[in-house]
């Protein structure tokens, strides 16, 4: 269950031109997700990213964002996730199978056999359900 310190996720389509930097648990070393850099309303923020790359949230200070991804990073992959396919106005649940740098493999609802390996740019039209009460987008 997500913790209620990980706050709503980010919104924001991105084009992914940014270099990415791992950030990693420090009692272990696992990989928890990546930071990417960009300039927004004349100000550079920190984008925290899942794993496989989808953007999360983005704070103004990197070590925010480190704090997040070292807190919420893996808890998050446990969570219903949201996907809108290219072109497509309504969002479908998603589940994910199996998470791995640049990539992530889906369930769509209930059908186990409804999956689909997202890489690319599908993957900013990938994002963890808001919190209890919120509306979607944020």
Known sequence: ????????????????TEELTPVHRAEDGELVGWLSSERRDDADVWVARALFGSPLRAFPERQDAEAFLRRCGLPLLAERWWYRPSGATAERATWLVEARPGAVTVRFGYDLHDTATLTGAELDRLRPTPEAGGAHGG
Not at 1 to 16: I, L
């Open 1 to 16: 269950m997500r913790e209620t310190r990980c706050g709503p996720p980010y919104r924001r389509d991105v084009t992914r």
